[in-house]
Structures are given as structure tokens and as C-alpha cells.
């Protein structure tokens, strides 16, 4: 009875099926790739055949931390210690892949062994041949087309391809090796490691070895190889992510199964009224509804997941972020996906249910399909009269709409809030040039050398070069510290207004932004301990902006050793002579340092590879947010039209021609979309405002709202409403007058 309820309007039971599926898809696809991550670096730390992994305390991700190689000189010497590796990670451009990672290993250590070369020679056995060699995974080497014998060109060099290696690790797999020389130098870290691998003497000696490594070097950390994953920072910033997509998904589809879910209910009212004069109770009623709603969901999950998992390895064969991290599939993930499939069920379908067991028999063997609704009178035109008909359907699609309107619009506004607060930042400085490296994916993996930032300062036509470091750690107070670092004597570090105490002056001293200052509960002459470093306060700043204020300032030098940046800068500062050469200045240094990419300080914030990543992701929210949402629409329209056949087979007997039915449809569905985009922009300006009082970032940015971002929210939400009424106006203008008027 539930599957032949269900498929008696087959078109509708399926668009909710989409509905359901899409969300649940994205738990499942989202799912394995913050698995495939976490899965990753525990079969790379695995792989080593190491005991212990070392890194460096409080980094994000061991791409932003590093060891000294003088630190494993040390550990070789002690008794429990029977070997050490290190190993230096990055992530680069390879061709035109804007994630790649880039491995140096030592060709002779142990960790490297695992790489098992299928076709080619190892980096042992290519010592002697020409050229700089790499070794590049077999998945990495089919998504670029590449096979022994090739050049790969990655940001900062070019390599030749040595040999084809496989781990099993989908992580490893998708990117390349190279001898760890190579990689020290090429990504200008010389004499250091991302992390350590340890090789112990005996399983016993595990806590003497962790208590000594304490005690000597405190600003490291240890791990095992099965805790290595837990202990990196951009896994549950990935995996947060991840969840918050999908949830987003989930919510519009469960918006749209309550919406279909009484659809049902108003169009079976009768039937219903009828179970419940033959002798039905309220409470099998309910059950009936409930069990249709649970068998809807499951279904819906269960496409959702093999939707899930065609949409993973259809997009595995890109090297794009997908491709540089892997997938990994787990029964956690799939049994998460399919109880939020029966959640949705149960919460979509309870309150139809409610409403189906409290129907009164007499009054709903009446029931005529339309029922009579007072509308008022102030309501303009025909279409807000037919919208307001059915004010609880109309309130869910709607709401299905302005979910997906409010997440572009919180995403927006806090994506350009970040860009206004940096360009505020950037153009303080007094700088008409920025520089950057150049191919970089992230911000934060740019590393400029001082000796570019040396021979620009050289050229007749630039007045003052001010190097910057850009990091963020991990501390005891809290999970993300912004730390700038600037050389106290050049101008960049101008702009920061010392409202108490002093500048920076000499070593181990910090400035606090005065929102920094507040949430650590910190004042002029106290500690700030950052890793392993002690710093006095030695004064407190403002300037504006609280991105800016919710940092802290050190000595460059101080910050290149936080960062593992010796010798480097995230990016550079220019001040012209002649600001009106600027556009010159910029093309000059562009072709004389291919290094480097210099914008404009206008324009830098436009072409960040984060700001762009952004873009990407608000495209892609549009997207979701449009197909869900029209999807719901779509199911909405298809019910009105349906419950209204009669009426208009009286407006076409009447006279109306089909392009007046067209019309009177699309109007409707314009408007459903037009007050969901209305909807939505309130509710995404509410979220944005809820996310800016999270501890963690509460006062680093102001959420900025520019008339372009409502104006595409409004097209999104309109399109949808155009995409989900276009069907159901073609199918009402397809109706037959005389049969329309028979409809029953």
C-alpha cells in the first residue's frame, strides 16, 4: 500500500527522490573526501614503517610547520633511537593542476621504500642520470597525460620523470617525489623537514624516548602513526566543511519531502476521511503517513548514496582538490548518510502525518481540492491571490528557496567583508605594488626570497620594499592565532597606531592587536607564549580593522622562524617613486621575475588564489541551491496545477488563450521565487551574523553586503522559480477545456 500511495503521482514521488538523494549525496561524496584526507596522511605516516612521527607544535598542517634536519642529528645519537627520516611536503602547481603535493624524501632513508615502483627506475638509481628526477603516482601520472621519460613542470622547477610508483594511498598517489635536496631548495627551505620519521630500538623504549623529546625540545610534538591524521589541524577544518555543505543540501531536501508530504496528504483528504469513517484510528493514520515518509527517505538515501559514489569516481580522474587529497569510503560515512535519510524522513513527515490523523471524517469526505481560503483583499493581481491559496506550501517552498539564497548571501557577504578588510590592510600601507608568489594555491604557502625582495629594492624606479610573513597557529588560548611579522624599521609596520606601550624594539617582543589583547585577556607587560617562544608585551595596537586587530605583530625574523620560512617572506610591499608608473613598474617586475605575480594593491585582493577559491564556492552553493530548489518548485507548481484543473478548464472555456495559462503560472512561480530570495537575503545576513560571534573569529571582520551580491541572489532565486514553473505552465496550457471541467 506505501509503494502504490507513493507512485500514484510517479512525477512527484521522483523529483522528491532527487531532493532527498542530492543531499545525502553530498554527505556521502563530501564525506569521503575529508576521509580521504584523514586516511591519507595515516597510510603516509604508516607507510614510512616508522613508530613515532614528529612535528613541529601548534602548526596547522605539517605543509605549514617544519623541523630543523640539526634536530634529527640529535635524536640519531640517542640510545632508544634506531633511525631517523625526515620527510618535506608542499603543495604546488603542477601543469595545470592548482593542488598538487610535492613529497622530498631522502633517496637512501627508510621512509622512502614504500613507493613501489611500476614502471621506470627509483630515485636511488637515477642519481647519475641528467636532469633534476621525480618519481609521480600512477593516478597523478594518468590525469596529466604523463609516462616515463616526461618533463613535469611544477611551481618553482622542472623535472623529469624518472619512474611510475604506487602505494595504495590515494594521497601519495596523486602526487610526486623528488630527492629532498631538491625539494629543500626548491621550496626555499633549506635544512629543514615538515616532520620526522622515528624508527625505535624496542616498543618499550617509546616513553623514555617521548618524556626526553619533552624535555628537550618542547616546541615538537610526537605522535604514533595511527594519531598522526588526528593531530592535523586542516582535517577538521575540512571535515567541518564538508558537514556544513552537506547539511545545507540535507536541509533543502528535507524542506522539500514535508513539502511533498502534504501534497499527499491535501490530495488524498477524502480517501483519508473515508479510512477514518470505516473505523481507521488517528493513530494508524498517523503510521500510514509516517511509514510513506520513511520509505520515501530510505529510497532516497539509497540513491543518494550510489549517487554519492558515481559523483567520487567520476571526479577522481581530475588532478584538481579532489585529486591532490583522494576519497575514502567508510561504513561510518555510509551509516551517517542513510540515518540522515531516515532523520529526514521522520522530521518531513511528521508534522503531514499529525496534521492527516487529526482530520475530522465529515469535513474531509467533503473536501473538494481547492477549499475556500479568504484572501485578502490588499493582495495585488491574480498570481499572489493563487500563491496565497495554500499558505503552508507556498511557507515550505519558499523556505526550500531562501535556505540556498541565505548561504550564498552569508558566504558573500563574509567572502567580501575578508576582501574589504584586506584591501583596507594592503592600501594603508602606503604601497602602490604587491607581490606574491607566483602559481601559489593558498595564500598561506607563498614564500618569496629576501634576495627578489633585495633586487627590487635596487630598481631606480621603487622607493622602499616592506617584506610581510603571514602565518596562524594553534595555541593553548586558542585554535588560530593571526601572526604578522614585520622588520621594525621599514615602513609597512607604520601603519599600526601603538595606543599603549611601545614598538617593537628588540627580540622575543609582540604587539597586540586590541581585540587580540581582549580575548586573551592580555595587557603591556605580560607573556605571550607562541610554540615554544616566551614574548613580553611590549605595546598595543589598533588600526581599524579587526581582522588586523585580532592579530599580533613580532619582528620579521621572529615570524620567519614561527612560519619555517628562513630567508622568506609571504609577500612584498612596493612604494614608487612615481605612483603614476605604477601599471609599468607591475609589468616590468612581472617579466623580470617570473618568481614572483605583482598586482596592483587595487587589484591583489581580486586575484588572491583564496578570494578566487571563494568565488568557486559560491558558484558552486548557487548551483546547489538552484537544482534543489527548483526542484522543490517544480514539485510545488506540478500539485497547483493539478489541484486547480478544473478552474482552469473554466479559464480556458471562457476564452483565455494558452499563453495567458503560460503566463498566470510563471507569474506564480516568479513570485514564489522572487519572496524565497527576499527571505533568504534575511536569513543569510542572520547567519553571517551568527558565524561572526563564534569565540574563535567573533570581531575579526565585518560581514559586507554589496548591492551585486542581493542582485544575485535574486537572479539565483528567480531562476529557480523559472526553471521549477516552466513545466507545469506547459503542462497547463497542454489541458483540454472539456476535460479539464470533468476532472475529478
Given at each position: ?306 549517487l554519492g559514489i558515481a559523483a567520487i569516481f567520476f571526479l577522481r580522474g581530475s588532478l584538481g582538490f579532489l585529486g591532490a587529497l583522494g576519497a575514502g569510503f567508510s561504513s561510518q560515512i555510509f551509516l551517517r548518510a542513510l540515518l540522515t535519510a531516515g532523520a529526514l524522513g521522520v522530521v518531513g513527515g511528521a508534522y503531514p502525518a499529525w496534521w492527516a490523523s487529526r482530520l ?385
Amino acid at each position: 500500500m506505501l509503494l502504490k500511495n507513493l507512485f500514484r503521482r510517479k512525477g512527484r514521488t521522483i523529483l522528491t527522490l532527487a531532493g532527498v538523494s542530492i543531499g545525502v549525496a553530498a554527505i556521502v561524496a563530501l564525506g569521503a573526501m575529508a576521509e580521504g584526507i584523514r586516511t591519507g596522511y595515516t597510510e603516509m605516516a604508516r607507510g614510512s614503517q616508522a613508530d613515532l612521527v614528529v612535528t613541529q607544535k601548534g602548526a596547522l598542517d605539517i605543509t605549514l610547520g617544519g623541523v630543523e634536519e640539526a634536530v634529527a642529528e640529535q635524536l640519531r645519537a640517542w640510545p632508544e633511537v634506531a633511525g631517523v627520516d625526515g620527510m618535506l611536503m608542499a603543495n604546488v602547481q603542477a601543469e595545470d593542476a592548482p593542488y598538487f603535493f610535492l613529497f622530498g624524501y631522502d633517496p637512501q632513508g627508510f621512509a622512502v621504500e614504500h613507493f613501489r615502483i611500476v614502471e621506470g627506475c627509483s630515485l636511488a638509481e637515477a642519481r647519475r642520470m641528467r636532469g633534476k628526477p621525480l618519481i609521480l603516482g600512477r593516478s597523478a601520472a594518468q590525469s596529466l597525460g604523463k609516462s616515463v621519460g616526461d618533463a613535469l613542470r611544477v611551481t618553482g622547477g622542472v623535472f623529469r620523470i624518472v619512474g611510475i610508483y604506487e602505494t595504495g594511498d590515494a594521497f601519495e598517489d596523486g602526487g610526486a617525489v623528488i630527492p629532498l635536496e631538491e625539494a629543500q631548495s626548491l621550496l626555499l627551505q633549506p635544512n629543514r623537514v615538515s616532520l620526522l620519521y622515528i624508527r625505535l630500538r624496542a616498543p618499550s623504549d617509546e616513553p623514555r624516548f617521548h618524556a626526553r623529546l619533552e624535555r628537550h625540545f618542547p616546541d615538537l610534538t610526537i605522535s604514533t602513526t595511527t594519531e598522526f591524521a588526528d593531530q592535523q589541524q586542516v582535517v577538521k577544518i575540512l571535515e567541518g566543511f564538508a558537514l556544513s555543505i552537506a547539511g545545507l543540501a540535507v536541509v533543502i531536501g528535507g524542506v522539500g519531502m514535508t513539502n511533498t508530504l502534504f501534497m499527499s496528504v491535501f490530495e488524498r483528504t477524502r480517501e483519508i476521511g473515508l479510512l477514518r469513517a470505516v473505523g481507521w484510528k488517528r493513530s494508524q493514520v498517523l503510521r500510514l503517513i509516517l511509514g510513506e515518509s520513511l520509505l520515501l527517505s530510505g529510497l532516497g538515501g539509497l540513491m543518494g548514496v550510489l549517487l554519492g559514489i558515481a559523483a567520487i569516481f567520476f571526479l577522481r580522474g581530475s588532478l584538481g582538490f579532489l585529486g591532490a587529497l583522494g576519497a575514502g569510503f567508510s561504513s561510518q560515512i555510509f551509516l551517517r548518510a542513510l540515518l540522515t535519510a531516515g532523520a529526514l524522513g521522520v522530521v518531513g513527515g511528521a508534522y503531514p502525518a499529525w496534521w492527516a490523523s487529526r482530520l475530522v471524517p465529515l469535513e474531509a469526505l467533503r473536501y473538494e481540492g481547492g477549499g475556500r481560503v479568504r484572501i485578502p483583499q490588499f493582495l495585488p493581481g491574480l498570481a499572489a491571490r493563487n500563491v496565497w491559496r495554500r499558505r503552508t506550501r507556498t511557507a515550505l517552498t519558499v523556505l526550500g528557496v531562501s535556505i540556498g539564497i541565505a548561504a550564498i548571501v552569508a558566504l558573500g557577504g563574509i567572502t567580501q567583508g575578508m576582501a574589504e578588510s584586506l584591501t583596507e590592510v594592503l592600501t594603508g600601507s602606503q604601497a602602490e605594488l604587491m607581490a606574491i608568489e607566483a602559481d601559489v594555491s593558498d595564500t598561506s604557502y607563498s614564500a618569496i626570497d629576501e634576495r627578489i625582495g633585495a633586487r627590487i629594492a635596487a630598481l631606480p624606479d621603487v622607493e622602499a620594499v616592506s617584506g610581510v610573513v603571514f602565518t596562524a597557529v594553534s595555541t593553548e588560548e586558542t585554535p588560530m592565532l593571526l601572526i604578522f611579522g614585520y622588520h621594525p624599521q621599514e615602513f609597512a609596520i607604520r601603519r599600526l597606531r601603538i595606543v599603549e606601550g611601545e614598538p617593537l624594539r628588540a627580540r622575543r617582543q609582540v604587539l597586540l592587536g586590541r581585540r587580540a589583547a581582549e580575548n586573551l585577556g592580555l595587557q603591556v607587560g605580560d607573556t605571550l607564549r607562541i610554540l615554544d617562544s616566551r614574548f613580553r608585551v611590549v605595546g598595543i595596537y589598533e588600526t581599524g580593522v579587526g581582522y588586523e586587530e585580532s592579530g599580533v605583530v613580532v619582528s620579521l625574523r621572529e615570524a620567519q622562524a614561527l612560519a619555517g620560512k628562513p630567508h622568506q617572506v609571504t609577500w612584498y610591499l612596493v612604494k614608487l617613486r612615481d605612483p603614476e608608473q605604477a601599471e609599468s613598474v607591475r609589468d616590468e617586475l612581472n617579466e623580470r621575475f617570473p618568481e614572483i605575480a605583482v598586482s596592483l594593491t587595487s587589484e591583489f585582493i581580486e586575484n588572491m588564489p583564496d578570494m578566487q577559491t571563494n568565488r568557486e564556492m559560491v558558484g558552486q552553493i548557487s548551483f546547489l541551491a538552484t537544482f534543489v530548489g527548483g526542484l522543490g518548485m517544480l514539485n510545488t507548481m506540478l500539485m497547483s496545477v493539478l489541484e486547480r484543473t478544473r478552474e482552469i478548464g473554466v479559464l480556458r472555456a471562457l476564452g483565455w488563450r494558452r499563453r495567458q495559462v503560460l503566463g498566470m503560472i510563471l507569474r506564480e512561480s516568479l513570485a514564489l521565487g522572487a519572496l524565497g530570495g527576499v527571505c533568504g537575503i534575511l536569513m543569510g545576513i542572520g547567519m553571517a551574523w551568527m558565524t561572526m560571534q563564534i569565540p574563535a573569529i567573533k570581531g575579526m571582520l565585518t560581514p559586507r553586503y554589496p548591492l551585486g551580491l542581493f542582485a544575485q541572489a535574486l537572479l539565483v532565486a528567480l531562476v529557480t522559480g523559472a526553471l521549477g514553473g516552466l513545466y507545469p505552465a506547459w503542462r497547463a496550457t497542454k489541458m483540454r477545456p472539456a476535460e479539464a471541467l470533468r476532472y475529478e
